[in-house]
Antibody, heavy 115, light 107 residues
Framework: EVQLVESGGGLVQPGRSLKLSCAASGFTFSNYYMAWVRQAPKKGLEWVAT????????YYPDSVKGRFTISRDNAKSSLYLQMNSLKSEDTATYYCARREYFDFWGPGTMVTVSS | DIQMTQSPSLLSASVGDRVTLSCKAS??????LNWYQQKLGEAPKLLIYYTNSLQTGIPSRFSGSGSGTDFTLTISSLQPEDVATYYCYQYNSGPYTFGAGTKLELK
């Protein structure tokens, strides 16, 4: 059974950093692109980042480019999202998802950016 | 950026109704269009990928159609458990974008 479990969310001040993790199981992690998607409170979904199987290619929307970094450790079946220079508009539930088109999702981890 | 417009934003229907949700892209996205279902308090779930391919485990009452800029999600006979918000998503070209969602409720 495919399982994705995010961790690392919490309350952080504007301008600070936070690193999210996603532990994957139930499939061969190294064979799949992985992604992060977020959802602000009571809002819609926003794609945040995608990474290739080897980690050599990464993709971001302009809203997070230069501030967020997606990475992976295939030996640990883990996905990461390093978030720097956080802003209040980054407040959201962050989901880890499999494939470029998100065929499986984790339950999410909440990030609140507030002073 | 490709804008995805979903309509209606809110839809009320009765159990057993045939329900149609619309999604329009601002540019040609060929068939690179997915549909997701999100129930209250849960993570989204993939229903349909590449316009009309049913994800494993999804009931056959869900179907998708379209190409280019106009797409449709159809529920052939609405069930109580289908109450949710439905999102379309294009992955033809970056930045990849979601529609704002259609909230489906029971009448």
């Amino acid at each position: 059974e495919v399982q994705l479990v995010e961790s690392g969310g919490g309350l952080v001040q504007p301008g600070r950093s936070l690193k999210l993790s996603c532990a994957a199981s139930g499939f061969t992690f190294s064979n799949y692109y992985m992604a992060w998607v977020r959802q602000a409170p009571k809002k819609g979904l926003e794609w945040v980042a995608t990474i290739s199987t080897s980690g050599s290619r990464t993709y971001y929307p302009d809203s997070v480019k230069g501030r967020f970094t997606i990475s992976r450790d295939n030996a640990k079946s883990s996905l990461y999202l390093q978030m720097n220079s956080l802003k209040s508009e980054d407040t959201a539930t962050y989901y880890c998802a499999r494939r470029e088109y998100f065929d499986f999702w984790g339950p999410g981890t909440m990030v609140t950016v507030s002073s | 950026d490709i804008q995805m417009t979903q309509s209606p934003s809110l839809l009320s229907a009765s159990v057993g109704d045939r329900v149609t949700l619309s999604c329009k892209a601002s540019q040609n996205i060929y068939k690179y269009l997915n549909w997701y279902q999100q129930k209250l308090g849960e993570a989204p779930k993939l229903l349909i990928y590449y316009t009309n391919s049913l994800q494993t485990g999804i009931p056959s009452r869900f179907s998708g159609s379209g190409s280019g800029t106009d797409f449709t999600l159809t529920i052939s006979s609405l069930q109580p458990e289908d109450v949710a918000t439905y999102y379309c998503y294009q992955y033809n070209s970056g930045p990849y974008t979601f529609g704002a969602g259609t909230k489906l409720e029971l009448k």
